[in-house]
């Protein structure tokens, strides 16, 4: 498993781009049900975060498909 730096590292530059070549997803981005956390004080660790990373890589995998 990735670490939680390297994590953050990908998710970053992954959000980046999507800013720059997709400005349509990227202003949705925050609608995304794994940016809200269910509980008060969450906690986020490498699995969390890598689940998040993968659903940005969906999301603009689902994106070139579709355009």
Known sequence: MKTVKT??????ALTREIETNYPEIYEHLDEN???IPSME???VDAKELESYLNSLKELVKNHKEKH
């Open 7 to 12: 994590l953050l590292s990908e998710i970053t």
């Open 33 to 35: 049900p794994m940016t």
């Open 41 to 43: 004080s969450p906690k």
